[in-house]
């Protein structure tokens, strides 16, 4: 599968962003989806998850009520909409796919995108 995630940027805090990630694979319907983040100096980290249907997310507690992940499996698309930005959430974002649902660790996925930077600064 191959992962190509756009949409990065420089916003301001407080701005909203979205974030998506286009793949090649005509069986995107069957890998579970993530986004993950890394700034450097520091492991890269789960941001959101969706299982292959979109019947379920699960989002890291400091994006909680921020962040929204979706996903389009008629495009192949998986999306991350990201509102109330801060200046914490400034990283290299990274979309990943995998087989099984759940894994919070970049471990459990075998594809990533090339990533995207996000900039949150005033």
């Known amino acids: 599968v191959q992962l190509q995630a756009f949409g990065g940027g420089l916003v301001q805090p407080g701005d909203s962003l979205r974030l998506s990630c286009a793949a090649s694979?005509?069986?995107?319907?069957?890998?579970?989806m993530a986004w993950f983040r890394q700034v450097p100096g520091k492991e890269r980290e789960l941001v959101a998850t969706?299982?292959?249907?979109?019947?379920?997310?699960d989002y890291a507690d400091s994006v909680k009520g921020r962040f929204t992940i979706s996903r389009d499996n008629a495009k192949n698309t998986v999306s991350l909409q990201m509102n109330s930005l801060k200046p914490e959430d400034t990283a290299v974002y990274y979309c990943?796919?995998?087989?099984?649902?759940?894994?919070?660790?970049?471990?459990?996925?075998?594809?990533w995108g090339q990533g995207t930077l996000v900039t949150v600064s005033s």
């Open positions: 694979e005509r069986t995107f319907s069957g890998y579970h």
């Open positions: 990943a796919a995998g087989r099984y649902y759940g894994y919070r660790s970049p471990s459990g996925y075998n594809y």
């Open positions: 969706i299982s292959n249907n979109g019947g379920y997310t």
